[in-house]
């Protein structure tokens, strides 16, 4: 049977799958590294000036690049969480299928969204 639509990641081969979430994982590690550094650096940086925010015209502009920062950082662990739950549906053999109503996820949308779980119908009624 010949179709015009690429073939779903879910049906692709593993290996082409496990390498597209090993390069996700990696460039999240670099950026959590890089997080993780810039937010080391700012700590030690803030260490040796005023802990006064209140009277510092700089410390609530500093309290508020260490929050960003760390916020970025948990959305680099969360989004490696994601790629641990998208290996283990791989070797499950879920990848790629809808956990809601377990229709294929188009390709686009693993391509785009590597630890997409839903396809964009479920996505949709989820955000309403």
Not at 39 to 54: G, H, L, N, Q
Not at 74 to 97: F, T
């Amino acid at each position: 049977m010949t179709t015009t639509q690429p073939a779903a990641p879910a049906q692709a081969d593993p290996g082409v799958v496990r390498r597209w979430l090993a390069d996700e994982r990696a460039a999240a590690l670099l950026r959590l590294n890089a997080l993780t550094k810039d937010f080391d650096d700012m700590v030690a940086a803030s260490a040796s000036i005023s802990m006064d925010d209140e009277h510092d015209p700089e410390g609530s502009t500093i309290a508020f690049e260490r929050s960003q920062v760390s916020a970025l950082a948990d959305q680099a662990r969360r989004h490696l969480a994601e790629l641990d739950d998208a290996e283990e549906r791989l070797q499950a053999g879920r990848y790629g299928l809808c956990e809601s109503c377990g229709s294929v996820i188009p390709a686009g949308r693993l391509e785009a969204r590597p630890t997409a779980t839903l396809c964009m119908s479920c996505a949709s009624r989820q955000r309403h």
